[in-house]
């Protein structure tokens, strides 16, 4: 052996590594046709069977994150139809087919039929998210597209009723399985389309094997749905069931009660924000109501306070407290001028002529007391003093003054007169002569 040849050798880990890359890389993920036989369940959750018809074998192996998803109990003897790859088991040197999903071989056709106008549909774009009419977030108008004595329109209807939507709902009665099922769902969508008016279409009816939900996988309801120019939501079957009109769909509901749901939730949000708003504003309005309620009060005691008629009462009562004060100050004011007068006339009496004739009197009759108790040389002298006081007390009386032919004038004041430039045309006066009284009037 030569050292070209030598450097050409491989280990057996090696070789089996080639061996893998090529099968794995090689062969895409299929389809496969055949019995189960030596079924072994572990504790792992994992199933190892043999897949095989009449003229070969596979292993076949379900890991248990697949395994736990599948609807069949897989049993020896059990025809199936298993989908998933090729993975070479290295420790063993033997190749294995590692399933994702199995289902009876009865279902084969149909599902293999889907898996081909899902592909195709695909590539045409029918289901691109891009494609899709965005759902109205509170419809107002829903049309229902469903069997009219089926469960499901019962849930769908029972669970808006339980959470309070207030739209308004349409059934368009159609089949929703069989044969003729697809043209009357289609016949439905174009009458919803032309009586106009409608937020929002609803394709619904209950779970099913994949016969009963196939008219939901017909390609000429599929273009319908993709076609139709109001919002469709797909809730046709379970969870675990899939059709050609949820993906088609603008929006797939895994039930008919989910599709209710999700109908009235934004409703519900709406309804929730709009009664918190609706409390706020009554609260606000409570509060503005009372304090406006207090202004008013204020105000209304102000006004009442500033009306015409407290204005008036207040004065009168101003008026009469002002009586009273000028009632008070005339009384006091006239004792006060009465005691003045009093005391004026009571100091005028002392210096009227008479008064002062009787006080000088009375002087003379004390003096002359004196004198006569005096020296005789002085008595002459004396008396002629007093003779000259007498004669000068008596001058000083205006009677005397009378005598000589004057008269005193006076107004009807009684005030005393002594210009002519103060006397009025037509204006009474009084003379007092010696002997009398006499009346007069200005004539010019």
Wanted: proline share 2%; charged share 25%; with cysteine.
């Amino acid at each position: 052996m030569n050292n070209t040849d030598a450097s050409r050798i491989v280990s057996v880990s090696e070789f089996t590594e080639q061996i893998k890359q090529v099968l794995e890389n090689s062969v895409s993920e299929v389809w496969i046709r055949g019995e189960v036989s030596n079924l072994r369940r572990q504790s792992s959750g994992h199933l190892y069977f043999t897949l095989k018809d009449q003229g070969a074998q596979i292993s076949g192996v379900v890991f248990r994150g697949d395994a736990v998803k599948q609807s069949v109990q897989l049993k020896d003897g059990m025809q199936l139809i298993a989908y998933g790859r090729i993975g070479v088991y290295a420790p063993r040197g033997n190749y294995q087919l590692i399933i994702r999903h199995y289902m009876l071989d009865g279902l084969g056709r149909l599902q293999q039929a889907f898996e081909a106008l899902k592909q195709k549909l695909a590539v045409e774009g029918l289901f691109a998210t891009e494609n899709k009419k965005p759902i109205p977030r509170v419809p107002k108008t829903v049309g229902v597209i469903t069997s009219p004595s089926g469960a499901a329109l019962r849930d769908f209807i029972s669970v808006l009723q339980r959470r309070g939507w207030c739209g308004r709902i349409v059934v368009f009665p159609s089949r929703v399985q069989g044969l003729e099922a697809a043209d009357e769902i289609i016949e439905q969508l174009e009458k919803a389309q032309a009586m106009g008016g409608f937020d929002l279409l609803v394709l619904t009816r209950g779970g099913g094997s994949i016969e009963d939900l196939w008219c939901f996988n017909e390609e000429r309801l599929v273009r319908a749905i993709a076609a139709c120019n109001v919002p469709v939501i797909s809730a046709v079957g379970h969870e675990i069931d899939f059709t050609l009109s949820d993906f088609v769909a603008d929006l797939r509901a895994e039930t008919p009660t989910a599709a209710a749901e999700f109908i009235s939730s934004s409703f519900i949000a709406c309804r929730d924000r709009t009664l918190q708003a609706q409390r706020r504003f009554q609260e606000n309005m409570a509060r503005y109501v009372e304090r406006s309620v207090s202004k008013i009060a204020l105000l209304e005691g102000r006004l009442s306070r500033l009306s015409p008629r407290v204005r008036l009462e207040f004065l009168s009562l101003r008026v009469d407290e002002c009586s009273v004060i000028m009632d008070t100050a005339i009384r006091d004011y006239l004792r006060s001028a009465e005691t003045r007068l009093l005391k004026a006339g009571h100091s005028l009496a002392l210096f009227t002529p008479e008064e002062r004739v009787r006080r000088a009197g009375e002087a003379v009759a004390g003096l002359h007391r004196r004198i006569t108790r005096a020296a005789p040389l002085r008595l002459v002298s004396v008396g002629e003093r007093l003779q000259g006081l007498e004669k000068r007390f008596t001058g000083a009386n205006y009677k005397s003054v009378l005598k000589r032919g004057y008269t005193i004038m006076r107004d009807e004041n009684e005030r005393v007169v002594s210009r002519a430039a103060g006397l009025a045309t037509g204006q009474l006066l009084t003379h007092e002569f010696e002997d009398g009284i006499v009346h007069s009037k200005v004539v010019e």
